[in-house]
């Protein structure tokens, strides 16, 4: 999934497995800069995705969801690559009007955003301030069966 070729699509995944290998492929195609806004409802994927990320990127640590503390930062096991931050918006929601960018700046996360691939769960409406460069992606879970369907769009600014 070359971003320069593909900038818009559509898959199923019929299992955690195939959420993950998108993921993996997805992170080997990040770039320093580059932001992703995973949005859907609980349980549609968005962490395995993102552990598929983490993956293609080759970061270190476990990817679990970050809700309770906002975000995490995953260091490249290679020098030269981008860290990871791993971004989970839900607790904000209830404050419309949350400034992300000055949330991120209070936790310290030792990260200059600038040079990090940034992954944020339930962003929707306010990771995109973050990079003139970031892939919306949608994940939609069938209600009777593992099935989800992943649906992505780069936006440039």
């Known amino acids: 999934m070359d971003r320069t070729q593909v900038r818009s699509g559509t898959l199923e995944l019929p299992t955690v497995e195939d959420t993950i290998a998108l993921g993996e492929q997805l992170g080997r195609q990040l770039r320093a800069g580059d932001v992703v806004v995973l949005s859907g409802p609980l ?34 096991r290679r020098a030269g690559r981008p ?53 919306d992606i949608t994940l939609v879970r069938s209600a009777d069966s593992e099935m989800r369907t992943a649906t992505w769009q780069w936006n440039h600014r």
């Open 43 to 76: 349980g549609a994927g968005k962490t395995a995705l993102t552990k598929g990320i983490a993956l293609g990127m080759d970061v270190e640590g476990p990817v679990t969801s970050p809700t309770f503390v906002l975000a995490r930062v995953h260091r490249p």
């Open 83 to 135: 860290e990871l931050v791993h971004v989970d918006v839900y607790r904000l929601l209830e404050h419309t009007g949350a400034d992300l960018l000055a949330e991120l700046d209070s936790l310290d996360l030792d990260a200059d955003l600038d040079d990090a691939v940034v992954v944020v769960e339930w962003g929707e409406g306010l990771a995109e301030r973050l990079s003139e460069n970031h892939l």
